[in-house]
T-cell receptor
Framework: AQSVTQPDIHITVSEGASLELRCNYS??????LFWYVQSPGQGLQLLLK??????LVQGIKGFEAEFKRSQSSFNLRKPSVHWSDAAEYFC??????????????FGKGTHLIIQP | DAMVIQNPRYQVTQFGKPVTLSCSQT?????MYWYQQKSSQAPKLLFH???????NEADTPDNFQSRRPNTSFCFLDIRSPGLGDAAMYLC????????????FGQGTRLTVV
């Protein structure tokens, strides 16, 4: 079964500094990869996704992520964080078999704190 | 222009008293999912509908059931809620499941007293 590891439970970054959130997955083939953001008490919003092709993907709110097959990683980056980026970030793997839809497997999340 | 709507946002139920959570969508998506998210944990898939086909995750307790009477609506029924079922319940939809992003509702926070 596939799994997703987000090794950092909490990360604190100063406003204006760069950010990298780590994500590693375990799966026998190239999975479909996603990053979602969740503000307190809210649902999840998609930041970006990777299916195939260019390994550097651009998302909303100035985020990008790079797929590295050799490292089984899909790290999320942002060059300059804003206070509004404080939230919980989830990396997820999608696995679809046959014609059906199997849903997403999420990592445990990284809580991002922004220091003024 | 909310696309996935969950009602209510907050639900308090008594231990053992059946409760139903509601999800509706305006996207006309084929797939509807229910996830359970306990405090400070990742969302965990309970089950999903692909059109009318119901797909239950192997480790979803029998206490959890779901209904999808039409494309737009999906319900989560908890037959006998226990204290361990207190969580945020997230509904999500996707167009066809393959290479399609999931759109999430804002969730229903369930408290069991």
């Amino acid at each position: 079964a596939q799994s997703v590891t987000q090794p950092d439970i909490h990360i604190t970054v100063s406003e204006g500094a760069s950010l990298e959130l780590r994500c590693n997955y375990s799966y026998g083939a190239t999975p479909y990869l996603f990053w979602y953001v969740q503000s307190p008490g809210q649902g999840l919003q998609l930041l970006l996704k990777y299916f195939s092709g260019d390994t550097l993907v651009q998302g909303i709110k100035g985020f990008e992520a790079e797929f590295k097959r050799s490292q089984s990683s899909f790290n999320l980056r942002k060059p300059s964080v804003h206070w509004s980026d404080a939230a919980e970030y989830f990396c997820a793997v999608g696995l679809w078999s046959g014609g059906g839809a199997d849903g997403l497997t999420f990592g445990k999340g990284t809580h991002l704190i922004i220091q003024p | 222009d909310a696309m996935v709507i969950q009602n209510p946002r907050y639900q308090v139920t008594q231990f053992g008293k059946p409760v139903t959570l509601s999800c509706s969508q305006t996207l006309n998506h084929n797939v509807m999912y229910w996830y359970q998210q306990k405090s400070s944990q990742a969302p965990k898939l309970l089950f999903h509908y692909y059109d009318k086909d119901f797909n239950n995750e192997a480790d979803t307790p029998d206490n959890f059931q779901s209904r999808r009477p039409n494309t737009s609506f999906c319900f989560l029924d908890i037959r006998s809620p226990g204290l361990g079922d207190a969580a945020m319940y997230l509904c999500a939809t996707s167009r066809d499941g393959r290479k399609a992003e999931a759109f999430f509702g804002q969730g229903t926070r369930l408290t069991v007293v």
